[in-house]
Each structure stands twice: as structure tokens, then as C-alpha cells.
């Protein structure tokens, strides 16, 4: 499809294991955005690639939060030694440009996200 | 600290005009003013983007006055399927300040 892609779409662990969650951006994106939401909550800000690069990691809730993108395309957000509170909807996103950009280039196109449950 | 702030929740009922109206006091020269929609079990979707005065697309209108303070999302004739959270996003001028906010959660009844 043309669209942002997420796999898996339900992932289900065991605490103090890590996860790997994944995201296919549109074709063409430079721009690439990882949120969390938990259940009825609004979107946090994770993290955000521009090409390969992070600019800023400041989002992620721990250390033991990790996301890398290469070939400015996949991107994989990790979380190692999973907690209960980690559980939510990891979204991705991207857009043409970066949301400095002229805006329409900066509309960010999200994923289905990836449910994680974590018992 | 919150960008922006829009009611929790609205009511409205079927064949009714919405306004949803966002604020954003610390709105920048270059930030531009972005609304999406999610359905549950959805990711959020683009609706409508705007710069200054108004915007009109096939589905909504932005109303933005000229300070930029804020900004109103109009939804004419709302219907059932428009039951959903609108969210309000302006961009800082770093990316790394994309803050969507609680959002309003918009209930269409019949």
C-alpha cells in the first residue's frame, strides 16, 4: 500500500522483555515520527528522524527507550526490559519534509500503530 | 507546558455546524496550524492546515484571526461518522517540540 505501515499490529509481552517495533514510511519521506498514546490519552512526542538522523532524543521516556531509522526509511523504536506502564499505541508517522518546512510538506501521515500490551 | 488548549469534549447532534476552537497563545511567526481527526483504534488523520485568515477544503473550514492566537476548526452538517478527536498541532520552530495536546473529543448524536 502507499500508505505508513506498522508491524506488528498487536504485540503482547512479558515484563523485562525487549520489544521491537516497526514502521514503514510513505515513499519519499524524509521525515519520520515515532508518538505513544495510552488509553483515552492524547499523543506524546517521542521522537522524530530526519533522514537517519535524530536530531534530538529528549522524548523518550527512559533509557530504555531506543529508535533508529536507516537508509532514511525503516524505522525501529526498541524497548528493553519492557514495564506494565509501558503499555499503549506506538504510532508512526512521517512527512515529505520536515514539519519545518513550507506546511504542506510537513503533514505528518500516520500509522494503524502497534498496540503493545505488556503483563 | 501545553502549546495549545482546546475543550476536552463537545456534543453536538446530526445536520449541526461545529466550531472547535484551539489556542495558542506562543504561536510562532513560522509555525504553521495543522488539524487531524482519529477514529478509535485509528491513527490520527490530516483534515485541514492553515497559515493566517481562512481555509475551506472539502471537508472543514479554519478560521484563524489576525494575531494567530488561535484558531477555529469548522465542521458543517456534522454526521454520526464525524464522532471523533480533532486535534490541534502547531509546529515549533524545531521539531522537537510537536505537542498534539489532549484534544477535543467531538460526539455527534442523532
Known amino acids: 500500500g502507499a500508505g505508513v505501515s506498522q508491524s506488528p499490529s498487536n504485540k503482547v509481552t512479558e515484563k523485562g522483555k525487549d520489544v521491537e517495533l516497526r514502521c514503514d514510511p510513505i515513499?519519499?519521506?524524509?521525515?519520520l515520527y515515532w508518538y505513544r498514546q495510552s488509553l483515552g490519552q492524547g499523543l506524546e512526542f517521542l521522537i522524530y528522524?530526519?533522514?537517519?538522523?535524530?536530531?534530538?532524543k529528549s522524548g523518550l521516556p527512559s533509557d530504555r527507550f531506543s529508535a533508529e531509522r536507516t537508509g532514511g526509511s525503516v524505522s525501529t523504536l526498541t524497548i528493553q526490559r519492557t514495564q506494565q506502564e509501558d503499555s499503549a499505541v506506538y504510532l508512526c508517522?512521517?512527512?515529505?519534509?520536515?514539519?519545518?518546512?513550507?506546511?504542506?510538506?510537513?503533514?505528518?501521515?500516520f500509522g494503524a500503530g502497534t498496540r503493545l500490551s505488556v503483563l | 507546558l501545553a502549546k495549545t488548549t482546546q475543550p476536552i469534549s463537545m456534543d453536538s447532534y446530526e445536520g449541526q455546524e461545529v466550531n472547535i476552537t484551539c489556542s495558542h497563545n506562543?504561536?510562532?511567526?513560522?509555525?504553521?496550524i495543522t488539524w487531524y481527526q482519529q477514529f478509535p483504534s485509528q491513527g490520527p488523520r490530516f483534515i485541514i492546515q492553515?497559515?493566517?485568515t481562512k481555509v475551506t477544503n472539502e471537508v472543514a473550514s479554519l478560521f484563524i484571526p489576525a494575531d494567530r492566537k488561535s484558531s477555529t476548526l469548522s465542521l458543517p452538517r456534522v454526521s454520526l461518522s464525524d464522532t471523533a478527536v480533532y486535534y490541534c498541532?502547531?509546529?515549533?520552530?524545531?521539531?522537537?517540540?510537536?505537542?498534539f495536546g489532549a484534544g477535543t473529543r467531538l460526539t455527534v448524536k442523532p
Open positions: 508517522a512521517s512527512s515529505r519534509r520536515a514539519l519545518t518546512a513550507s506546511g504542506r510538506e510537513g503533514i505528518q501521515y
Open positions: 515513499s519519499g519521506h524524509t521525515a
Open positions: 528522524f530526519q533522514g537517519n538522523s535524530a536530531p534530538d
Open positions: 506562543n504561536i510562532a511567526t513560522n509555525d504553521y
Open positions: 492553515g497559515y493566517k
Open positions: 498541532l502547531v509546529a515549533r520552530g524545531n521539531n522537537n517540540d510537536m505537542r
